[in-house]
Structure formats: C-alpha cells, structure tokens
C-alpha cells in the first residue's frame, strides 16, 4: 500500500533550527511536496523537490533521498508565525498526491 | 484576483439532506481537485478533474459526485449526508492535464458537520 509517516507533534524554541522528517512509500514516485497549513487555514505550498538533494529557499529548505523513500524540511530562524502544521505529500505514478497527516509543529519564546 | 473560492464557508446539515459545496477559480487552471481533512488523518482526495468535461474517482468518492462544465467551477454533491461526512473540505486546482508535476493551490475550506 501507499504510505506517508511523519511525527504528530515537534516543539521548538524561536531562533533555533527545526527538521521535520518524513518517509514515503508509494507506487512510483513523481516528486515530494511540503505544505504548510495555519491552523483553521488552507494548506500553502512551500517546497517540491524530484531529484536526490537539497533545495533551500530563504529560511526553509528541502531534502530528497529516493533510495530511502526519505525527506526532511529544515526550517532555520525559527519564528512564531511558523508555528503551523506541516504536510508532506508524495506524488505516485498516477499523478495523484498521498499526504502525510501532518506535524504540528510547536514554537516556544 | 481572488485564486480559488469555496461556498459556504461553514455548515450544519441534517443527515439525509442533499448539500452541494462550491468551488470556483479564476486562474484558468485545468484540473481541480476535492479533498476532505479529518483529525489525524492525511488530506484523502475524493473526486478530481484533470480539464473540463471529465471526472475520475479518488480514494473516498463513496457518498460524493462532482461534474466540471466548465474550466472555473468544480461543485461536488453529497446526495444524501450521512454524519461520517463531517469533515473539512478543500477544494485544489493546478495548471496541468494530468501526467503533470504542477502544484496544486487550495481553496480555503469548508467546514461540514452532518448531524
């Protein structure tokens, strides 16, 4: 079957750095995505990432490893307004998106 | 421009009534998607529509219908509410046909509690 994990729940201090971790298992794969969603709000897109690698953009960065089913969103200069939960999604061979149920993630002062 | 719109923003539904949410965009985007939100689960995909005048079934269509007439309206019907369709909906679109890597941009939801 088609499977996405990430943690439920992360805490972290503003000003520190946070990586959010997620694996996927699904029938082909056409790329990893990252959302972000406010509580009460719309899921917005941060982050699409295809090939092997690192991809920064501004405070928030993305990692690929195809061969282990594996990513992680690093979110650096943490501030209030990232608190939010984050979605990974992985895109299978139909072109449909498998989502994670999210991480809440938690900012402390 | 205002994306992609969704009606109504929140409702209460006797079991058994007919409901149709709204979802309209004006980005010209071809294909369109609905989803439904439940606590401490993933976005489940429940119809979708890669351009105008098609359909195709997600992982939960049991209970929905939708049609696409046209490029900017994307409504889905729920024929007879049952209370497992409380949910939060969302409604998506992206600038591809299918076969396409294209993010997808979401509405901003409608609330659903089907009593």
């Known amino acids: 079957g088609q499977n996405i994990d990430q943690p439920t729940e992360m805490t972290a201090t503003e000003g520190a750095i946070v990586q959010i971790n997620c694996t996927y298992q699904t029938s082909g794969f056409n790329g990893l995505f990252w959302y972000q969603q406010h509580a009460g709000e719309a899921p917005t897109f941060l982050s699409y990432?295809?090939l092997d690698g690192l991809e920064e953009k501004g405070r928030f960065s993305s990692f690929l490893s195809r061969s282990k089913g594996y990513s992680y969103l690093l979110l650096k200069e943490l501030q209030m307004k990232d608190s939010a939960s984050y979605l990974c999604?992985?895109?299978?061979?139909?072109?449909?998106?498998?989502w994670g149920a999210g991480t809440k993630l938690i900012i402390k002062p | 421009i205002a994306g992609i719109t969704q009606a109504p923003t929140s409702q209460i539904l006797a079991a058994g009534r007919r409901m149709t949410l709204r979802c309209t965009q004006d980005?010209?985007?071809?294909?369109m998607y609905w989803y439904r939100q439940d606590l401490g689960l993933g976005l489940r995909l429940i119809h979708y529509?890669?351009?105008?005048?098609?359909?195709g079934k997600g992982e939960v269509p049991d209970g929905y219908s939708v049609s696409r007439a046209n490029t900017d309206d994307f409504p889905l019907t729920l024929a007879s509410a049952v209370p497992s369709q409380t949910s939060v909906y969302f409604c998506?679109?992206?600038?591809?046909?299918?076969?396409?890597?294209?993010?997808?941009?979401f509405g901003p939801g409608t609330r659903l509690t089907v009593l």
């Open positions: 999604a992985a895109m299978d061979s139909n072109y449909q998106l498998i």
């Open positions: 529509s890669n351009t105008a005048g098609t359909t």
């Open positions: 998506a679109s992206s600038d591809s046909s299918g076969g396409n890597t294209d993010t997808q941009y």
């Open positions: 980005m010209r985007h071809n294909a």
């Open positions: 990432n295809v």
